[in-house]
């Protein structure tokens, strides 16, 4: 009988991409290995992982909600219940071992498996665990980080610097800017830059840009600016009936390795995965943390590359006055710009679905 694995986690797509990855490798160094996701009901999770290819099972479970207090009431009885599930989930299925990728679901089932004995492996993503991983990690067989500096929060014995997995085909950018630039209908002579805020979209890039439009125009650059879909309709009426022909407004961007192969430079949130993403695809970046997301992850990921000279950092409440002229600077600096690409490059770690799919399976050779 094949080895059996569950993974769990999700939430948003920096989950959920890394998760599928993985499975992914372990799929293809073991063929015949059974893999079970866990996740979140009524999370993104439960439709991308069936369309990945995989069998999903939901628990019904929420993070604690910092804003609203009230909503936190039946916190305690989702998480018994979750656990509860995650423990006949783990005597139903028989894993030989348990990944956890962060987000809601990652707590009850590791914590279950731990219960029941199974072997864990954690993929820490950010440069500043949080509490639940920080939990969970002193009983795992394994943690895999990208960032240095991680033994502030697990057993430095049970670190390896992995890296985060990566969407391939999004990174897939050589010799493609050609056909980039047909796509978004943009000219060769002129320089571009792509904004992203992620598939919902970041209102703070959105303003700053909207804030920004006529120095972007007047310095004749080009824009793909992805909006996200609860911005996009807004933008668009900003913008009026008759865009800038250089300025590309999108929603969504359904082919990433093209806005990638367009762009000379790249204003980005600063998610996990974003930036792994970034990092092999070495081009100079202006990073925009996203203040509201647990502990503040993104803000700590972000300087871990400025420490290294790997990327620029405007913060959120700063960026409606400073992103544009930022941007416009980085531009016409040709130097940093090199400096940028090349320090970002060095922190590429393309195969870390292969390396984490083979801890995985040397966790359950050793059970």
């Known amino acids: 009988m094949g080895k059996r694995v569950i993974i769990s986690g999700g939430g948003t797509g920096g989950h959920i991409f890394p998760a599928i990855a993985i499975a992914n490798a372990l799929k293809k160094l073991d063929p015949a290995i059974e893999i079970l996701f866990v996740g979140a009901s009524g ?193 668009l009426d900003a913008l009026g009936p008759n865009p800038h022909p250089d300025i590309c407004v999108v929603e969504f961007l359904s082919r990433m390795d093209l806005a990638f192969a367009a762009a000379d430079i790249i204003i980005s949130r600063a998610g996990a995965g974003t930036i792994a993403e970034l990092c092999v695809i070495k081009k100079p970046v202006i990073l925009v943390p996203s203040p509201n997301v647990a502990e503040d992850h993104q803000t700590k990921n972000a300087l871990a590359l400025v420490e290294t000279n790997a990327a620029i950092f405007v913060a959120d409440r700063d960026a409606e006055a400073r992103l544009v002229d930022k941007a416009l600077e980085l531009l016409n600096d040709k130097e940093l710009q090199r400096k940028l690409s090349n320090n970002i490059g060095a922190l590429a770690r393309p195969d870390a679905d292969e390396i984490i799919a083979k801890e995985v399976i040397q966790i359950t050779n050793n059970n």
């Open 43 to 235: 999370r993104m999770e439960m439709e991308k992982v069936p369309a990945a290819g995989y069998k999903i099972i939901g628990l019904d479970i929420q993070g604690i909600q910092r804003k609203s207090l009230w909503k936190n009431v039946m916190f305690p009885v989702k998480l018994l219940r979750s656990v509860r599930k995650a423990v006949q989930i783990i005597k139903d299925f028989k894993p030989d071992a348990a990944v956890g990728v962060g987000g809601y679901a990652s707590g009850p089932l590791l914590y279950a498996a731990s219960l029941r004995g199974i072997p864990t492996l954690i993929q820490e993503q950010n440069s500043y665990a949080g509490i639940t991983n920080k939990w969970l990690g002193a009983k795992a067989k394994k943690i895999c980080v990208a960032f240095d500096g991680m033994e502030k929060f697990f057993p430095y014995d049970r670190i390896i610097k992995t890296g985060n997995p990566i969407r391939k085909e999004s990174v897939n950018i050589a010799g493609k800017h050609m056909q980039a630039l047909e796509l978004f209908k943009l000219s060769s002579f002129k320089k571009t830059i792509l904004i992203t805020g992620g598939s919902l979209g970041a209102r703070t890039l959105n303003n700053s840009i909207l804030a920004g439009i006529d120095k972007l125009i007047a310095a004749d650059v080009q824009v793909i600016w992805q909006t996200g879909k609860f911005y996009y309709k807004s933008i």
